[in-house]
């Protein structure tokens, strides 16, 4: 199966091919002699895994390929799991997690896969900046938007207070000004009973 898989695979059959990888893991986990020949039925899984990650990263299956390479990497610490995992975080724009396992990679890799891995982790740096970059952007851009808004609150108090202050003292103005005319009409009143009165007392001496 595996076999058959690899010609379709060559051949681009890409969904014939995935199609006999998955019958080649089935086959290996209910042949009679798995535990006699676990460790090459263990190989078998997971070349037939990587495969199958290798194409689903061929056609942006991102979310299929995490399935896979976690499956191999559960048993096997691989180059190629590992590096496959971070190119498919790395699309979905996970470039903390992407540079994690691009770092494993590397680290466990040879001279030529070393090369291979290289331009991918210093592209995913250069993401990880860039996010940390916007990031803090974004915060400050919040903090002035909150400093903002408190100027703003305060400055609506100040107002408050003044415009309360002012319709205060215009009351107690306009108040003053009442009891001034108020007791203005009572000197005039006042003073004119008073010219009556004399007024009288004179005519009636006269």
Same mark, same amino acid.
């Given at each position: ?75 096997? !610490?691989?180059? %190629? ?5 971070? =190119?498919?975080? @790395?699309?979905? +724009? $996970?470039?903390?997690?992407? #540079? ?74 306009? !108040?003053?000004? %009442? ?5 203005? =009409?009572?000197? @005039?009143?006042? +003073? $004119?009973?008073?010219?009556? #009165? ?9």
């Amino acid at each position: 199966m595996k076999g058959e898989g690899n010609n379709l695979f060559k051949k681009e059959k890409y969904e014939e091919a995935i199609k006999k990888y998955y019958e080649a893991i089935e086959e290996s986990k209910t042949s009679l002699e798995k535990d006699k020949y676990k460790n090459e039925l263990n190989d078998l899984e997971r070349v037939c895994r990587l495969n199958i990650a290798r194409w689903k990263l061929k056609t942006k299956d991102y979310d299929g390929v995490i399935n896979e390479c976690s499956i191999v990497l559960e048993t096997n !610490k691989c180059f %190629k799991a590992y590096l496959r995992m971070g =190119l498919a975080l @790395f699309h979905k +724009e $996970k470039y903390d997690k992407a #540079f994690r396992y691009l770092d494993n990679a590397k680290a466990i890799g040879n001279q030529d896969e070393k090369k291979v891995v290289e331009p991918h982790l210093n592209e995913c740096k250069e993401k990880l900046e860039e996010t940390k970059k916007k990031e803090r952007e974004e915060r400050i851009r919040k903090e002035k938007e909150k400093e903002k808004e408190k100027e703003k609150e305060k400055n609506n108090i100040n107002d408050n207070n003044y415009n309360e202050i002012k319709d205060n003292k215009k009351d107690s103005h306009q !108040k003053e000004e %009442k009891e001034n005319i108020t007791l203005l =009409l009572f000197y @005039f009143i006042e +003073e $004119k009973f008073y010219f009556k #009165f004399f007024s009288l007392i004179f005519l009636y001496y006269i």
